[in-house]
């Protein structure tokens, strides 16, 4: 990059000079990518067009830091790949500095040039990783598991030889309610596994492929083999070959479905403290929404995938799923209060709950913010991990954490047992609030982003793997960054500066995309599997008068274009029914159909969320919305709103997610699994959920002007042409079908958590240097900032 600022330097010094200049003017010490290509258009215009390099260059900017004669620029020349550059007008002179260097400056813009900076932390997990592979191209993001299984399966079993027992260790480590299982004690080396291999397969060739494990144990047995190979002698046969050739010749597919095979794991934690998390009367309550759907439906899929490998291998026991959550007394309504609760849909699944504690040991009886929730997590993860461990009568074989807290707690239980952790961040906060790492200190009594900060950092790097919905989670498009990317440097002024955090070309990155509930969420033309006995009482909720709501439909006959999200500012409904009153055009072809929050203010006790509800109502009266706009404050059970989702596509109507950023966008896959033509945002998952103009439409949440346009004028051509809506319905229904289905999430869960585990036991992927390090900074740095905010659930 020095190269192309010089060759701007050298052929287009007096235009850059003006450029800088207008940076400087614009008397703002910091300037975002949006800020720099609106000054870099504007100048253009006024100087005519700049050179291709310039252009080049004003587009891979990100930031740029001003003062004085001093510019400070960062830039992404490509996905996840940064370089720093600083230019002094008054001689005109480019050279490149260090990501320190840059953050330093950075820090000083804020600090009014505090000398404090001089003796900053700085925290670099770079030194840790050096001789660990890592991903080199862009589009591999996310597929660690393929690469560590390409780079490492070679050359682990070329190292195998007589004196190396480590595979046969692994093999024998697994073991399920103290029966052994796939080997025994027998086989003591390598040429004695190969030799017992080939004598198994002469054995099993004179079976009926079908016998059972039982008819052939005396015999396997004999020869050192234990339970786990398979139900039947073919699937025996299949998973020993799959042995065999990689003995023979290592192959990274042959690996994962021999990994696959192997019954690693059958007791599973699933870690999710914040919000109310129940099955019922809970979601819109605040921070409470589709990570309680996403986790439910994960648990039951899970369930089924894991059954279904556990028998396929030969063995009659059910897996053990407990989904770990916070115990609150006052529960307001819901079964928050209750210790343990079967989850519905499964055989052998529940929710535990453990409360939160004050220091002198008393139970918080109050829900807690997940911005305050900092102070509780270290002695409620020593709580939970005794009573999860009493529950299911042992350690689990592998723990997954749901958001910042979640994963914090994940860290803590995972290295207490010793066993694989795996990281669900759903959304990072981080990338919801603009500059919030560099105004930490502006935002720390309300949001505590200093502590959350610092979890995020060392949950992330103390996983064994991270899986996420979209490769935008990662690495972010082009021109935006990604959520964890944004965790490679930033600063805390006065605090610490990351100069190398996370580091997305890491192979614990993997990308798996949740599904709608295939039982819930299925097409409106389905005629035979419709919930007829809900529609009633449906078209009640919509056209008739109802306890919590405003706005009646004037014309309850034009199309309804839908949206159902938490009413908090990211989701951006505000933000939607202000662009629908602006449009008079939106107004005439569609009513606006809104299920957010409550209605009443008194009935909610969330700052953010009152916010909204005062703004919902103003919007109301400033554009006189009460006959097109209807706006209910209900909590639909899931059976009901998959209905109507398919109700609403019966009148061609559409559904719109609006929200600032989107992380997954589980509504998003919801209203598509049901035909439903989709409108949402293009921040975030949903630009890989839809293929826009095909399967759905991008907007953009900044211009609600556009959208508005947008959205009616496709309910105009449908409106003169009927094919149009349907063929972006069987569009949607395709993708989903073919991309977003539990039955794939689970599937592809569980075999990473058997390959991580692998490649854990039997490498360095352990990583001890690093969990020092993330021991070091958890009890210098986490734990101080937790105590420091303040108790608040009473």
């Not at 996403?294 to 490998?309: G, K, P, S």
């Not at 954490?401 to 803590?412: C, F, H, Q, R």
């Not at 982003?449 to 899986?467: E, G, K, R, S």
């Not at 991008?698 to 004028?713: C, F, L, Q, S, V």
Request: proline share 4%; net charge negative; hydrophobic share 40%.
């Amino acid at each position: 990059m020095t190269d192309e600022f010089l060759y701007v330097l050298e052929h287009q010094r007096e235009y850059l000079y003006g450029l800088l200049r207008r940076f400087h003017f614009e008397e703002r010490p910091i300037l975002l990518s949006s800020d720099i290509r609106d000054v870099f258009r504007t100048y253009q215009a006024e100087r005519g067009e700049a050179s291709a390099q310039l252009i080049w260059l004003m587009q891979t900017v990100q930031e740029a830091l001003v003062a004085g004669s001093w510019y400070y620029f960062a830039l992404r020349p490509e996905v996840a790949s940064w370089e720093y550059i600083r230019i002094n007008s008054d001689i005109m002179e480019a050279e490149t500095i260090s990501v320190s260097d840059y953050l330093y400056f950075k820090e000083r813009l804020v600090t009014s040039g505090s000398e404090s900076n001089d003796w900053t932390l700085e925290i670099d997990f770079a030194p840790f990783h050096r001789e660990f592979p890592k991903l080199r191209e862009t589009r591999s993001i996310g597929q660690g598991v393929s690469f560590l299984n390409r780079r490492l399966s070679s050359q682990l079993f070329g190292q195998l030889s007589e004196d190396n027992h480590v595979l046969l260790d692994f093999l024998r480590l697994h073991q399920i309610e103290g029966t052994q299982l796939m080997l025994g004690s027998g086989i003591r080396t390598l040429p004695e596994l190969r030799k017992a291999l080939r004598l198994a397969d002469t054995l099993l060739r004179r079976s009926a492929p079908d016998a059972s494990w039982d008819d052939v144990e005396r015999d396997l047995t004999n020869l050192g083999f234990a339970p786990g190979w398979g139900r039947d002698v073919e699937r025996i046969r299949n998973t020993m070959s799959l042995l065999s050739e990689l003995l023979e010749a290592p192959e990274p597919g042959a690996l994962e479905l021999f990994l696959n095979r192997i019954p690693m794991i059958y007791r599973l934690a699933i870690i999710s403290p914040h919000g109310f998390f129940g099955q019922a009367d809970v979601l819109g309550r605040p921070d409470t929404g589709g990570q309680v759907v996403y986790i439910l439906d994960q648990v039951r899929a899970l369930e089924r995938e894991m059954r279904r490998n556990l028998y396929d291998q030969g063995l009659d026991i059910m897996p053990d799923i407990v989904v770990l959550t916070r115990l609150i007394p006052n529960a307001q309504g819901t079964t928050c209060d209750q210790h343990l609760e079967p989850i519905s849909g499964t055989e052998n699944a529940r929710i535990l709950r453990v409360p939160f504690r004050n220091p002198d040991g008393s139970v918080v009886p109050n829900w807690v913010s997940r911005f305050q929730i900092w102070p509780y997590l270290e002695q409620f993860a020593h709580d939970a991990e005794f009573e999860l461990v009493a529950e299911m009568g042992g350690r689990p074989d592998m723990v997954i954490g749901n958001y910042s807290d979640g994963n914090l707690v994940a860290m803590l239980i995972a290295r207490s047992l010793k066993v694989t952790q795996c990281n669900i961040a759903h959304a990072l906060e981080k990338s919801k609030y603009l500059m919030s790492d560099l105004y930490w200190k502006e935002n720390e009594e309300q949001y505590h982003f200093a502590c959350q900060f610092t979890a995020d950092l060392i949950a992330m790097n103390a996983a064994d793997f991270i899986i996420t919905s979209t490769y935008q989670e990662i690495a972010g498009t082009e021109d935006r960054l990604g959520q964890y990317e944004s965790y490679q440097s930033f600063s805390l002024p006065d605090l610490y500066r990351i100069v190398n955090g996370i580091n997305v070309f890491d192979p614990k990155f993997n990308i798996v995309s949740p599904g709608a509930d295939a039982e819930i969420y299925f097409s409106h033309s389905d005629s035979e599997r419709r919930l007829t006995h809900t529609q009633d009482e449906i078209q009640s909720v919509l056209f008739e008068e109802h306890g919590e709501s405003r706005g009646k439909f004037g014309d309850p006959d034009k199309p309804i274009l839908f949206s159902m999200a938490r009413l908090d500012r990211i989701k951006n409904i505000t933000g939607l029914v202000e662009w629908y009153g602006q449009s008079e055009e939106l107004q005439r072809e569609a009513n606006l159909l809104i299920i957010a929050g409550h209605i009443d203010l008194d009935r909610s006790d969330d700052a953010e969320e009152r916010d909204q509800i005062q703004r919902m109502h103003d919007l109301f009266d400033t554009y006189g919305l009460d006959d097109k706009v209807r706006w209910l404050g209900v909590h639909l059970q899931k059976s009901m709103a998959g209905e109507l989702y398919r109700m609403i596509a019966d009148r061609r109507g559409a559904f719109v997610q609006p929200a600032l950023f989107e992380a997954f966008g589980l509504t998003v896959v919801e209203a598509m699994a049901s035909g439903l033509p989709t409108f949402a945002t293009c921040y975030g998952g949903p630009l890989e959920i839809i293929e826009d103009g095909v399967s759905g439409f991008h907007i953009d949440p900044n211009n609600g002007t556009e959208t508005a346009e947008k959205i009616a004028r496709f309910f105009s051509q449908c409106r003169d042409n009927p094919e149009q809506w349907q063929k972006v319905s069987e569009a949607a229904l395709w993708r989903i079908e073919s991309r977003y289905t539990w039955k794939h999430y689970a599937s592809r869960l569980m075999m990473l958590s058997r390959v991580y585990g692998f490649w854990k036991y039997v490498t360095n992927l352990q990583r001890e240097e690093t969990k020092r390090y993330l021991e070091m900074l958890y009890a210098l740095g986490y734990r101080d900032l937790a105590k420091k905010v303040p108790p608040s659930g009473g």
